[in-house]
């Protein structure tokens, strides 16, 4: 069983930076296309980017291309999200999410089948 913890949420402020961790147990984070997604209150939980097993391509919402940088650390079995030149529209609770299988450039929920429970980030201006 794959299990995913988040870690790093905080309150910033506009302009900070911010790094995200979602630890893994279970199963080797090289084996799992993983990714993260944000959700605020009365929203839909919206993808952020994702990170392919295997080949590490990467993938971006639009909304965050530039600024966020998703990565992996094998030997620590973590994943991280980098966040930089943070926005208020950037609070949210951040959720990391894993799928067993490969693909590239999907950004739907369905698609990953283990989920944390989310760490909060707060960016005041």
């Known amino acids: 069983q794959v299990q995913l913890v988040e870690s790093g949420g905080g309150l910033v402020q506009a302009g900070d930076s911010l790094r995200l961790s979602c630890t893994f147990s279970?199963?080797?984070?090289?084996?799992?296309?993983v990714g993260w997604f944000r959700q605020t209150p009365g929203k839909q939980r919206e993808f952020v980017t994702a990170i392919a097993r295997g080949d590490d391509y990467t993938y971006y919402a639009d909304s965050v291309k530039g600024r966020f940088a998703i990565s992996r650390d094998i030997v620590k079995n973590i994943v991280y999200l980098q966040m930089n030149g943070l926005e208020p529209e950037d609070t949210a609770v951040y959720y990391c999410a894993a799928s067993h299988r490969y693909f590239r450039d999907s950004n739907r929920e369905i698609d990953f089948n283990y989920w944390g429970r989310g760490t909060q980030v707060t960016v005041s201006s």
């Open positions: 279970g199963r080797t984070v090289g084996t799992l296309t």
